[in-house]
């Protein structure tokens, strides 16, 4: 196991991750998300009320059971186009939440997280409807985006955010909060009292369901991308005569020393803190940071 890859190295204290930060998976997915958004409004029909983009991304349970399966993903990065603030709090949230759970799980792990989160919601949400004897069309990242917040809850419940205008509270209220809200309307729907309220609650739920079990078997999901590495790797491609490489013993020698300069630092870290570090240490880990990213 490589240092990058240890516990210690992403979850040492109660305050969140500070090493090796990254968001670049979080801009991406956010990106994603506002370029389709943007789609569907040029796409909009007024005549019809509904987009094409809307149309063959969306969820429902009826299109799924005709094979369009690919709706279990897509309907993720869709949201409503009459509602703005849909697309608005869940782009903030992930923003938020996001990157600190990208620094603590890395790219690839994070990316494997936020879609398999998706799946999850979009299962829960057309599990509920054909339980229900329902049809509707379910957009939006709001599942993917709660089991986000409740995973960082999950490792850092004690720590204090601040919401709007209201006084710092700890992360494990809010985590509390969201699961009774997503909880009980569906309840109240299984009850036959009520609907979501043009809320997909089934959907959050899912989200929610997949980022416990997700923490707490410490599944990892980032192999799944080195197993499809693998098998594009073992389809036969045309032989090319491989560059001749000067070998530089000094350059292996400077990379594992400060491999171990830095195995030893995270180690000090982990048993000490972070403000135990010098100067000079945090400059060390920032240049370790560095290289791992040019590589």
């Given at each position: 196991?490589?240092?990058?890859?240890?516990?210690?190295?992403?979850?040492?204290?109660?305050?969140?991750?500070?090493?090796?930060?990254?968001?670049?998976?979080?801009?991406?997915?956010?990106?994603?998300?506002?370029?389709?958004?943007?789609?569907?409004?040029?796409?909009?029909?007024?005549?019809?009320?509904?987009?094409?983009?809307?149309?063959?991304?969306?969820?429902?349970?009826?299109?799924?059971?005709?094979?369009?399966?690919?709706?279990?993903?897509?309907?993720?990065?869709?949201?409503?186009?009459?509602?703005?603030?849909?697309?608005?709090?869940?782009?903030?949230?992930?923003?938020?939440?996001?990157?600190?759970?990208?620094?603590?799980?890395?790219?690839?792990?994070?990316?494997?997280?936020?879609?398999?989160?998706?799946?999850?919601?979009?299962?829960?949400?057309?599990?509920?409807?054909?339980?229900?004897?329902?049809t509707v069309y379910t957009i939006g990242a709001s599942g993917a985006v709660m089991g986000i917040v409740i995973l960082y809850a999950l490792h850092y419940p004690r720590q204090p955010i601040h919401l709007l205008l209201l006084p710092p509270i700890e992360l494990r209220w809010v985590a509390i909060f969201i699961v009774v809200t997503s909880f009980f309307p569906l309840l109240f729907l299984f009850a036959g009292s009520g609907g979501e309220g043009g809320v997909s609650h089934s959907a959050h739920f899912g989200g929610i369901l997949f980022s416990?079990?997700?923490?707490?078997?410490?599944?990892?999901?980032?192999?799944?991308?080195?197993?499809?590495?693998?098998?594009?790797?073992?389809?036969?491609?045309?032989?090319?005569?491989?560059?001749?490489?000067?070998?530089?013993?000094?350059?292996?020698?400077?990379?594992?020393?400060?491999?171990?300069?830095?195995?030893?630092?995270?180690?000090?870290?982990?048993?000490?803190?972070?403000?135990?570090?010098?100067?000079?240490?945090?400059?060390?880990?920032?240049?370790?940071?560095?290289?791992?990213?040019?590589?």
């Amino acid at each position: 196991m490589g240092i990058y890859d240890r516990d210690y190295t992403r979850d040492y204290n109660d305050h969140g991750p500070s090493f090796f930060s990254t968001d670049q998976v979080t801009k991406t997915l956010m990106a994603i998300t506002i370029g389709v958004f943007i789609a569907q409004l040029f796409t909009f029909d007024p005549a019809r009320g509904s987009s094409i983009v809307t149309d063959w991304l969306s969820l429902s349970a009826t299109d799924v059971l005709k094979g369009q399966v690919w709706r279990l993903i897509t309907f993720g990065f869709c949201h409503s186009t009459s509602q703005p603030f849909h697309i608005l709090f869940n782009m903030l949230w992930l923003w938020w939440f996001g990157r600190m759970v990208e620094s603590m799980y890395g790219e690839r792990e994070f990316l494997m997280f936020y879609l398999a989160a998706i799946f999850a919601s979009g299962l829960c949400a057309i599990g509920v409807d054909l339980a229900v004897d329902r049809t509707v069309y379910t957009i939006g990242a709001s599942g993917a985006v709660m089991g986000i917040v409740i995973l960082y809850a999950l490792h850092y419940p004690r720590q204090p955010i601040h919401l709007l205008l209201l006084p710092p509270i700890e992360l494990r209220w809010v985590a509390i909060f969201i699961v009774v809200t997503s909880f009980f309307p569906l309840l109240f729907l299984f009850a036959g009292s009520g609907g979501e309220g043009g809320v997909s609650h089934s959907a959050h739920f899912g989200g929610i369901l997949f980022s416990y079990f997700y923490y707490r078997n410490a599944w990892r999901l980032a192999p799944m991308l080195n197993f499809f590495q693998g098998f594009k790797m073992s389809l036969p491609k045309r032989r090319h005569k491989a560059p001749l490489k000067i070998h530089d013993p000094d350059a292996n020698d400077t990379t594992s020393d400060l491999d171990d300069e830095v195995d030893s630092l995270l180690a000090k870290i982990h048993e000490h803190g972070e403000g135990s570090l010098t100067d000079a240490e945090r400059r060390t880990l920032e240049e370790a940071s560095r290289r791992l990213r040019g590589k």
